[in-house]
């Protein structure tokens, strides 16, 4: 394939900044390139096709390839996650799933299952009968196994069957099947600390939507 023809991957956007006057700098999770930086040359013209293309957003995007970077040619966007958008606590939870695969994904590296992984996970937090708090453990576990980072904790480190059960569930499982169970509040408080701790162990990384987040979530929020 030539440099002039054009490259159709899938994938999400991570993030979308002002670039000039007119353009936008967005960060891709692709299935097929991993992670990568385009831009998208008049986007933040009212009349633009690309005007709308901002966090979030899933579907297919035409690239053309360029010196330094890729530039976006044509978007067709098939899932924009409306629901979590308009939601803070869920934009809150979502920004953090974003934050989290942008530090964790590399250029050239395959990253599909994680790919995968983000969009089921967006998908939970628009389901109403499935907590917040447990889509986020779901993916701070599946995220750390999928890096190959996860060492399973034991009933010596004070967890209850139930916890180490549904962890071994995330773990084994692809992301499709991930949200298709329930726990306790007990086992789901178990949940919270291992993949807190194990996010933590892996990146040692301050996330700015978490602290936002666990802001939120504070008594006096």
């Keep these: 394939m030539s440099r002039s023809d054009p ?12 670039a000039g006057e007119f353009d936008r700098r967005i960060v891709l999770l692709t299935r097929e390139l991993g992670r990568i930086s385009c831009f998208a040359n008049g986007a933040r013209r009212l009349n633009s096709p690309l005007a ?46 974003l934050e989290v695969m942008d530090y964790v994904t590399r250029e050239n590296n395959d990253e599909s299952q994680l790919l995968l992984l983000l969009y089921q996970s967006l998908r939970a937090l628009q389901a109403e009968n499935i907590p917040n708090r447990l889509v986020r453990s779901v ?14 904790p034991g009933p010596e480190d004070g967890f209850l069957e139930a916890s180490l059960f549904a962890m071994r569930f995330i773990v084994e499982n692809p992301p499709a099947r991930l949200y298709t169970f329930r726990v306790s509040d007990e086992v789901l408080v178990q949940l919270e600390q291992a993949g807190h701790a194990l996010m933590q162990r892996m990146t040692g990384h301050t996330f700015s939507s978490l602290e936002m987040l666990e802001l939120l979530r504070s008594p006096l929020a």
């Design 7 to 18: 490259l159709t991957v899938t994938g999400l956007v991570l993030s979308s900044r002002p």
């Design 52 to 97: 709308s293309l901002d966090s979030f957003c899933f579907g297919t995007f035409s690239l053309r390839t360029g010196r330094s970077a890729y530039a976006v040619q044509e978007a067709r966007i098939t899932a924009r996650f409306t629901e979590v958008r308009q939601d803070i606590e869920a934009v809150c939870y979502g920004s953090y799933f």
């Design 139 to 152: 993916f701070e576990i599946k995220t750390v196994a999928l890096e190959g980072e996860y060492f399973p």
